[in-house]
């Protein structure tokens, strides 16, 4: 799988497209879109158009994730245990994320709604911790996970509107992470690729001599031999 075929313009928009819902998410209730009158993105989204919105703007950033995760796994030749590990973790968040969205504020008891954020919140912790410990994002990703983990731990402790605020940031750190790192990704591997016009190693000279006079040490010529001396008495 190629990194450039993941992370395209028109990905990258539709993958930011889910963030830009949630923040909007008060506005769309002035056109009866959404749920007026709330304090969560569970909340306003509490009516079939505004789930099955988010649901549909949901499908290309949760795929993302899986084929980065599958790409690290492969590249980087991670044991299979540690796969089985990611994948696992990797369904369950996912899971988590589904089961949110079907557990409306507004359709489900308290208490099943309070389960499913828990549920999600540790599933996602469990998954950011374990992509630190065996993908080694970048110092950026890293940073960002954590930053984000801490923000989900505080989300309990919140109401109102600030409630819906929080969750708000949670969720643009999470969507944010994958299309982030396979940029980094990919720019990385582009510093890697490029080559320097001055190694590029010079042809051979061909030499005009011939092979013999290069390798054979010269020889000196034998002196040139004179007639025999003349006899006494002989007429040279």
């Known amino acids: 799988m190629i990194m450039r ?4 313009p028109k990905r990258f928009i539709t993958s930011t497209g889910c963030i830009i819902y949630v923040w909007i998410l ?77 557990c409306n504020i507004n359709y489900t008891p308290y208490w099943v709604c309070v389960a499913c954020l828990v549920c999600f919140i540790l599933s996602y912790i469990n998954h950011s911790f374990l992509l630190v410990q065996y993908t080694s994002p970048s110092k950026f990703g890293d940073y960002l996970l954590k930053i984000n983990c801490a923000c989900f731990i505080i989300l309990p402790f919140t109401t109102q509107m600030a409630y819906w605020g929080m969750e708000c940031t949670c969720y643009t750190l999470m969507m944010l992470y994958t299309p982030l790192e396979i940029i980094y990704y990919l720019m990385e591997e582009s510093e890697k690729n490029l080559v320097d016009v001055d190694e590029i190693p010079r042809a051979n000279v061909v030499s005009s001599q011939p092979t ?10 034998e002196p040139p031999t004179l007639g025999d001396p003349p006899m006494l008495g002989q007429i040279p």
């Open 5 to 8: 075929h993941v992370i395209t």
């Open 26 to 102: 008060p506005l769309l209730a002035k056109i009866n879109f959404t749920e007026k009158e709330q304090t969560s993105i569970s909340g306003f989204i509490s009516n079939p158009p505004a789930t099955g919105a988010f649901a549909v703007l949901s499908y290309v950033p949760l795929i993302t994730m899986w084929e980065y995760q599958h790409h690290l796994c492969i590249t980087r030749e991670l044991e299979k245990s540690t796969q089985n590990k990611l994948y696992h973790s990797i369904c369950l968040f996912q899971f988590c994320y589904g089961l949110g969205m079907i």
């Open 212 to 221: 013999s006079s290069l390798n054979e040490p010269p020889t000196l010529r």
